[in-house]
């Protein structure tokens, strides 16, 4: 079946350095993505989003690069600091306005 | 208030039981969406409003679940005959523009325990 899903269920980077979290996906109709981070006994929170039509998007301390040829995503967080450790979720919208989220990536960030 | 308001916050009931869920969406925002999320997952499509109609409802599980929204802002998810598999969190968001954005606002989400 169709899914959303992350390479890695969990990620522990030390402080500073840079995260790299990845989703595959695999509808390829699927034309828009979403980074989400939720932190415990929280809803999602959005961080940046991307197009079907574009490679790449940079946000602050966040780059989201989008690869459709091997329907990967992923999301850069630049100088990790510890308000970064968090649950992360990609989500593809494939029609309407449905917006299918993935397991999630729990990172750690190691002061 | 200024983001999205889901209460109760946790509610305990038992098997058979009906429930309602409430959310009180971001004042203005006309798009309003249901997610479940389980434990070490991730959340989960049940329903989508635009305005007062269910523009798409193809996520709720079954005819036990029901959501409405009658004045096209505080929105009830109602649960009939509760089962220990409904046990999650029941999160709402809204949003400005319904269609094809993913800037949703989520509020904290309303856990539900089923015993």
């Known amino acids: 079946g169709e899914s959303v899903g992350l390479h890695l269920p969990t990620l522990s980077v030390q402080e500073g350095d840079n995260s790299i979290i990845n989703c595959a996906y695999s509808n390829s109709a699927s034309d828009y993505f979403i980074w989400y981070k939720q932190e415990s006994g929280k809803g999602p929170q959005f961080i940046i989003d991307?197009?079907?039509?574009?490679d790449k998007r940079q946000g602050q301390r966040v780059t989201v690069l989008l690869n459709k040829t091997v329907k990967h995503l992923s999301l850069q967080i630049a100088a990790t600091q510890p308000g970064d450790s968090a649950v992360y979720f990609c989500?593809?919208?494939?029609?309407?306005?449905?917006?299918?989220f993935g397991t999630g990536t729990s990172l750690t960030v190691i002061p | 208030g200024a983001g999205v308001s889901q209460t109760p916050s946790n509610k305990v009931t038992e098997k058979g039981k009906y429930v309602e869920l409430r959310c009180d969406p971001i004042?203005?925002?006309?798009?309003l969406y249901w997610y479940r999320q389980s434990l070490g997952q991730g959340p989960e499509f049940l329903i989508y409003f635009q305005g007062t109609g269910a523009a798409d409802d193809s996520g709720l599980p079954n005819d036990r679940f029901f959501a409405v929204r009658p004045e096209g802002s505080v929105s009830t998810l109602k649960i009939q005959r509760t089962e220990r598999g409904d046990s999650a969190v029941y999160l709402c968001a809204s949003s400005l523009i319904g269609q094809n954005t993913g800037e949703l606002f989520f509020g904290e989400g309303s856990r539900l325990t089923v015993l």
């Open positions: 004042s203005g925002h006309t798009a």
């Open positions: 989500a593809e919208n494939r029609a309407g306005n449905q917006f299918y």
């Open positions: 991307i197009r079907s039509n574009m």
